[in-house]
């Protein structure tokens, strides 16, 4: 159909000029986010644009959706304010008529939004956390950029070295400040490099001294070495860390039910519930009165938006709790939700209003009135 075809054409340019816009604002945000937490120390300055990168596709469900959902409401709230309605209206058809379209060209992207949070998302957890420990796991000489003074892993520990080698295991100009309790040492020396010697790793310098302080007495002793070994990482063998839920597959969600999981399956599971619920409610809050504007219907759709989505994340922490259950608060919100749209888009579809309930004696005594 000729109509059909011109709503979707509309539908996909507003669609696709909201990602662009959502999605230039959040890789912006997450870009500073990812550049403070490298100057911390937290990711590898070299791996920020991926991990900035696995974060975005991790936020492209909310992106998509919310893009979406004002892709209908901005093209349907034009339509009214151009009276394209009209034409639509004196044919025969209603609002809820607008569904066909409207499905027809949403159902893909409602498929990626469910691929999305099912899959991509844990995934991209696990990519980030996976890169986080590697940087974490790595030993002070190998975090320690050439004319840089920067902390240790423990953060004890103070590293400068000017590393000269391809294997970035040998070093001139060694100096490390260390805090151990009550004591404080200061070691320099000329030159240093990376031993391994029954599976840990050591600092051997060469040629230099140490400064020994104790805050608490005061007492402070200067030696000078010409080999010295400072032990640099406890072990070559770091300990698993423990799986987090949002990093879990949703079917090992399923398979381990505890609390935790079943919240993190309810956030996964509500994302493209709640892109199927905003897509009618924004069918239904696009009706607008050309006289008046459409700052009002955007405004109540956004405050829609962000009322459902603090819900979905709000369940999942119910969830976990242990304070409701996964399917009493799916039934709950999204079927409370999916009600309340289809009666609003009736109540749009038929020109319902609360004058017309009024029984007719009520009506024509205010009528006299006035």
């Not at 030993?139 to 953060?155: C, K, L, T, W, Y």
């Not at 423990?242 to 879990?248: K, N």
């Amino acid at each position: 159909m000729l109509f059909h075809s011109s709503i979707r054409k509309d539908l996909a340019r507003s669609f696709g000029a909201t990602v662009v816009v959502l999605a230039t604002i959040v890789m912006t945000i997450i870009l500073i986010r990812t550049l403070g937490q490298a100057t911390k120390g937290s990711v590898n300055p070299s791996e920020v644009m991926l991990i900035m990168g696995l974060t975005v596709m991790g936020h492209l469900t909310t992106i998509l959706t919310l893009s979406l959902f004002i892709a209908v409401v901005a093209t349907l709230s034009r339509m009214y304010a151009d009276s394209e309605m009209v034409i639509w209206f004196s044919s025969g058809n209603g609002l809820a008529a607008f569904s066909q379209p409207l499905f027809h060209f949403a159902w893909p992207i409602l498929t990626i939004i469910a691929l999305l949070a099912l899959f991509v998302w844990p995934w991209s957890n696990t990519q980030i956390q996976e890169l986080r420990e590697r940087y974490e796991q790595r030993n002070d000489i190998e975090r320690v950029a050439p004319g840089q003074f920067q902390e240790s892993a423990g953060g004890k520990r103070v590293f400068f070295i000017d590393k000269d080698s391809p294997s970035n295991r040998t070093g001139r100009q060694v100096f490390v400040s260390s805090l151990d309790g009550n004591i404080e040492s200061i070691t320099t020396a000329q030159q240093g490099q990376i031993e391994i010697t029954k599976g840990e790793r050591f600092l051997s310098l060469q040629h230099g001294q140490q400064m020994l302080k104790n805050h608490e007495t005061g007492e402070v002793r200067v030696t000078e070495f010409k080999d010295y070994q400072i032990l640099i990482d406890p072990s070559s063998k770091y300990a698993a860390t423990e799986i987090q839920s949002r990093m879990l597959n949703s079917l090992a969600l399923l398979t381990e039910p505890t609390p935790v999981n079943l919240g993190e399956l309810s956030w996964r599971l509500g994302l493209p519930f709640a892109a199927v619920n905003l897509l009618i409610i924004g069918l239904a809050v696009s009706s607008v009165n050309p006289r008046v504007g459409k700052s009002y219907n955007l405004a109540l759709a956004l405050f829609c938006f962000v009322a459902y989505y603090n819900m979905v994340n709000v369940g999942k922490n119910w969830i976990a709790a242990g304070i409701t259950s996964l399917p009493a608060f799916m039934f709950t919100l999204h079927g409370a939700v999916f009600v309340f749209g289809i009666s609003w888009l009736m109540i749009r579809h038929f020109n319902l209003s609360w004058r017309n309930l009024l029984p007719k004696s009520k009506m024509a005594l205010k009528k006299r009135a006035v």
